[in-house]
C-alpha cells in the first residue's frame, strides 16, 4: 500500500475527535476540538487541519495519508453533504467537499451513528455479527443498521434515524430539536435525562442530591453520581428514561431481528441503571418471538475509538 495511514473524524455535537489509522485498525495518535467552538464552517475545517497536521507530523506528515473517512451527524453517505443536522451550528454544508480541498486528499463521509456501527462490527462486541443495531446515546440520540453485514442507507442515504421515532404521543410529549414532538431523543439523549430530571425535581417534594445542583446546569453524570450513592429520585430517572428506549427498542427488534443491540456513548457510563431497566422494558414489550432472544450490549470499544475506526474504514475504499 503507497500510504499506510488513514485519518478518522467523529464529529459529535459537542466534541470532533481525529485520530490517525493504520491498516491493521490502531488509532495511533488522535486529537480532537469542541464542535460548537465554530459557527463557521471554514472555521472549524481550519481548525481541524491546523489540529491534524500536529499528529500527521511524527508520522511523515500528509503524504503518508491516502484519505480521510468521517462520520458526521447528518452526514450524507451518497453526496458528501452534512444536511439539516440539528446539533450543529452548520446546517447544509459540502462537507466532503470541504475537507478534501483543505487537505488536500479525498474525503469520504458518513452518518456518525453509521460510523460508530461499522467500527462495532468490525473491532468491537458486534464483530463477526451480521445483523445488530447500534444505539448511539450522547447529546443526541443516533443509530446505525446492520443487515446481512451492511450498514443501511436507504434511498437518499438517511436510513435509520431511530432516535426521531416517535417515544410519546401524548399532548405533552417534549418538542426535539428536529422540530417534531415526542421523539426518542428529547428523552434518551443526555440532553433528555438532564430534562427528565428537571421535570421529576419540580414534581416531587422528595428529598434528593441533585437538589444540590444547580437545576439548569444538571447533567446525566450528576444523575449517575447520586444513583450510585443510593439516591431514589436518581434512580427514578433512570428507570423513567431506559423504560423509554426499551420500549422503543422493541419495536425496532421487529423491524429487522436484529442479534444484538450495542449501546454506545456516554450515557451507557451510567451501567446496569440504564441497561436493567432498557432489557426489562425491551423484553415486557417485544413480540414472544424475540422475547429474551435479543442480546443488549454496550460497547466495549474506548468512545473516541469506534466512531473513529469506523469513519476510518470509509477512507480505505478511496
Excluded at 143 to 156: A, L, Q, R, T
Excluded at 212 to 223: A, E, K, L, P, Q
Aim: with cysteine.
Amino acid at each position: 500500500m503507497d500510504k499506510p495511514y488513514v485519518l478518522g473524524l467523529d464529529m459529535g455535537g459537542t466534541n470532533s475527535v481525529l485520530g490517525i489509522v493504520d491498516a491493521r485498525g490502531h488509532v495511533i495518535a488522535r486529537t480532537s476540538i469542541k464542535t460548537q467552538q465554530y459557527s463557521d464552517i471554514n472555521n472549524y475545517v481550519n481548525a481541524l487541519y491546523v489540529e491534524a497536521e500536529k499528529i500527521v507530523a511524527p508520522v511523515g506528515g500528509f503524504e503518508q495519508i491516502r484519505a480521510i473517512g468521517a462520520g458526521v451527524p447528518n452526514g450524507n453517505y451518497y453526496s458528501g453533504n452534512i444536511e439539516g443536522a440539528m446539533n450543529l451550528p452548520w446546517q447544509n454544508v459540502p462537507f466532503a467537499k470541504l475537507m478534501s480541498e483543505r487537505f488536500g486528499i479525498p474525503c469520504r463521509i458518513t452518518n456518525d451513528a453509521n460510523a460508530a456501527a461499522q467500527g462495532e462490527m468490525t473491532y468491537g462486541v458486534a464483530r463477526g455479527m451480521k445483523n445488530f443495531i447500534m444505539i448511539t446515546l450522547g447529546t443526541g440520540v443516533g443509530s446505525g443498521i446492520v443487515i446481512d453485514g451492511k450498514v443501511v442507507y436507504g434511498h437518499d442515504g438517511f436510513a435509520g434515524e431511530l432516535g426521531h421515532t416517535c417515544a410519546d404521543r401524548s399532548a405533552n410529549a417534549r418538542l426535539c430539536n428536529c422540530g417534531k414532538k415526542g421523539c426518542l431523543e428529547a428523552y434518551c439523549s443526555a440532553t433528555g435525562v438532564a430534562r427528565t430530571a428537571k421535570e421529576i425535581l419540580s414534581a416531587t417534594t422528595q428529598q434528593t442530591a441533585l437538589r444540590d445542583v444547580d437545576v439548569n446546569n444538571i447533567t446525566s453524570f450528576d444523575v449517575f453520581k447520586a444513583a450510585e450513592a443510593g439516591d431514589e429520585v436518581a434512580k427514578q430517572i433512570f428507570d423513567f428514561t431506559g423504560t423509554m428506549l426499551g420500549q422503543q427498542l422493541a419495536d425496532f427488534v421487529a423491524f429487522s431481528a436484529p442479534e444484538a443491540i450495542v449501546l454506545f456513548g456516554g450515557l451507557t457510563k451510567a451501567g446496569h441503571w440504564i441497561m436493567d431497566p432498557v432489557v426489562k422494558a425491551l423484553n415486557d414489550n417485544v413480540m414472544n418471538l424475540w422475547k429474551g432472544k435479543v442480546k443488549v450490549l454496550f460497547s466495549d470499544l474506548k468512545e473516541a475509538d469506534a466512531a473513529v475506526l469506523g469513519a476510518s474504514s470509509l477512507a480505505w475504499e478511496v
